[in-house]
C-alpha cells in the first residue's frame, strides 16, 4: 500500500532540525495508584499518520484522550501546532477526535450528521451546504446522502463519522480504534481508503489500535505502548525487523523466539550457544555489544526460515524437528514444528505453486535452518 505523503521528503523523524506537530513531553497519567501513562515522550510531524499499538491497559486510549482534553495529565506537557495544551479545553483546541463506536445520530441523515458540527459552530448556510457536498465526494456517500445510520453497511458509517470529525477541518485527527467493528475483509478494504483521504487533506492523524495489521498498513510509523511505556518507536519496516525487545518482537508478528549463551562476540559476527532451545549454536553475522557469556534471546520471523529433507551445510543456524502441523492459508503454508529439544516453532512458506506432491507433509522430520542475518538479537 502506499503511505501517506510527508511534506518536503518525507521523514521529517529522521531530520533533527525538524519542529514536530504533536510535541508530548514527559506525560503521566496516574488514576489513584494505577499508572495508565508513564513518562511518555512523544514527537508526531505534519503530516503523519501515526498508529499507537499496544493491548487492553497499555495507556494508548487514555494519551490520545489527553491528546483530545478530556482526560488531565497528572505530570507533563503537550504542544499541538507550537501551543501549549495545559488548560486549554476540548473544544478550543485544534483536534477532533473518531470514537470506535462512531456516535452517529440515528435520526438523523446522514448530511444533517455531517453537518451537524458546523451549526454549532455558527457557519453560513451555504458553506455548510459546500463543506457537506465536499466530504461527501471525498468518502463517496454522495448517493447515500438522505439515507440514515440504520441504512449504511458498518464501512458507510465508518465513512460517514470520518467525514463529520473532518467537517470541522481539525489540524489534528484522533482516531480511537477506527476499523474495529468492521469485518476482516471490510476492515482491510478500509484502510486502503483510511490512506487515501488522509493523503488527500494532509491532516495529521494519531490512530489507536490493538491490531498490529492495521497499524503496519496504515502508518508512517509506530509507537508500541506497555504497560503506560512506549517500548518502541520506529517505521513499520523497523519494527517489524529491528525489534528492540522480546516485547516488541512478540507482539508485533509471529517469531521464534531463543535463549542462547554468549560463546563468541567479534566485529564482524557473533556466536551464542542454543543447544538447550535451538538444538544449535545460533551464528549472527554482526558483532553484538554483550558481555562474554551474557545470556540473550534471539529472535528470528517464521517466513525467515527454511524446511528441508536434506540437513543444509553448515554448522549453525541448523536445527531438526518434526512437522506436528500444517496449516494451509491459500498465499502461505504455516508449519508448526516441535523440534527434538521439545520446543516448538512455526515456519512459513510461501505457496508459489497450485499443488506440489512433492511438498512436506505431516509427521515428517525435517531440517530448519536460516541466514546469518535473519533474526534480532535483544538484551532484553
Known sequence: MKKPQIAADTRPWRDPDATPFVRIRNVTKTFGDVYAVDDVSLDVYKGELFCLLGGSGSGKSTLLRMLAGFETATSGTIEIDGQSMTNVPPYDRPVNMMFQSYALFPHMTVERNIAYGLKRQGIARSEISDRVEELLKLVRLERFAR???????????????LARSLARRPKLLLLDEPLGALDKKLREDTQYELVKIQETLGVTFIVVTHDQEEAMTLSTRIGVMND?????????????EFPNSRFVAGFVGSVNMFEGVVTEDADDHMRMDSSAEAGT??????????APEQTLWYAVRPEKMVLSRERPHGDANITRGLVEDIAYLGDMSVFRIVLDSGKRIQVTQTNLTRYDEQAISWDEHVYVSWAPDAGAVLVS
Request: aromatic letters at 6%.
Open 228 to 240: 503506560g511505556k512506549i517500548a518502541q518507536i520506529g517505521e513499520p519496516q523497523e519494527i517489524y
Open 147 to 161: 439515507r440514515k445510520p440504520h441504512q449504511l453497511s458498518g464501512g458507510q458509517r465508518q465513512r460517514v463519522a
Open 281 to 290: 549454536d545460533i551464528y549472527v553475522s554482526h558483532g553484538v555489544d554483550c
